[in-house]
């Protein structure tokens, strides 16, 4: 089992940064890898990055690249989401994903609010 807590959300101006931390812990041995998700009000849950602990490979989801780095602890116990030029639309709870073998665990998000 593993349980996962994001931080670091919060309002910004459109055009600043944040950066989204996810700290992990319990067993993280068989984890593929981790990533973001983020949830509009009223809109289904989509994919927003992806980093896999082999060998660090990324996937970004097309509405964030250029702006947004994911990276990860070398100890697989924490990833991070850098947030640039934040768009209004980027408003939404992000969640931390851990993909294993057994399926997917989930934090309980963290609220990312950009004004105009």
């Known amino acids: 089992q593993v349980q996962l807590v994001e931080s670091g959300g919060g309002l910004v101006q459109a055009g600043g940064s944040l950066r989204l931390s996810c700290a992990a812990s319990g067993r993280t041995f068989s984890s593929y890898g981790m990533g973001w998700f983020r949830q509009a009000p009223g809109k289904e849950r989509e994919f927003v990055a992806t980093i896999r602990w082999s060998g660090g490979d990324t996937i970004y989801a097309d509405s964030v690249k250029g702006r947004f780095i994911i990276s990860r602890t070398n100890a697989k116990n924490a990833v991070y989401l850098q947030m640039n030029s934040l768009k209004p639309e980027d408003t939404a709870v992000y969640y931390c994903?851990?993909?294993?073998?057994?399926?997917?665990?989930w934090g309980q998000g963290t609220q990312v609010t950009v004004s105009s």
């Open positions: 994903n851990d993909r294993t073998p057994w399926g997917d665990y």
